[in-house]
């Protein structure tokens, strides 16, 4: 856990203030926790760049099966993984 060693006021409407302590109260968090995600989320020093990359991603023209298909493939890999493994350490023993 990061060590918190600056200190700062923010005024708040009425509107903001429960809103913000009905959030907290709901997530088990403190009202600072979710005052520094907010920050962190709002003032990302690399969300431009994920941002790019994201659409970037988006516009790539993928070959996609349907997902019946795609979770075949996943499952055929992982225990052709599997096997590969086992194979490994047989031959290493």
Same mark, same amino acid.
């Given at each position: 856990m990061? =060590? $918190?060693? =600056?200190r700062t006021?923010?005024?708040?409407?009425?509107?903001? $203030?429960?809103?913000?302590?009905?959030?907290?109260? /709901?997530?088990?968090? /403190?009202?600072?926790?979710?005052?520094?995600?907010?920050?962190?989320?709002? $003032?990302?020093?690399?969300?431009?760049?994920?941002?790019?990359l994201?659409?970037?991603?988006?516009?790539?023209?993928?070959?996609?099966?349907?997902?019946?298909?795609?979770?075949?493939?996943?499952?055929?890999?992982?225990?052709?993984?599997?096997?590969?493994?086992?194979?490994?350490?047989?031959?290493?023993?």
């Amino acid at each position: 856990m990061p =060590k $918190y060693i =600056k200190r700062t006021q923010v005024l708040l409407s009425e509107e903001q $203030y429960e809103r913000l302590t009905r959030e907290a109260r /709901s997530r088990g968090e /403190s009202m600072g926790s979710l005052i520094r995600e907010a920050v962190d989320r709002a $003032y990302d020093d690399d969300r431009e760049r994920k941002l790019k990359l994201v659409e970037e991603i988006a516009a790539m023209n993928l070959p996609v099966s349907d997902w019946d298909e795609m979770e075949e493939e996943i499952i055929r890999g992982h225990v052709s993984g599997l096997q590969d493994d086992e194979e490994t350490n047989e031959a290493g023993e």
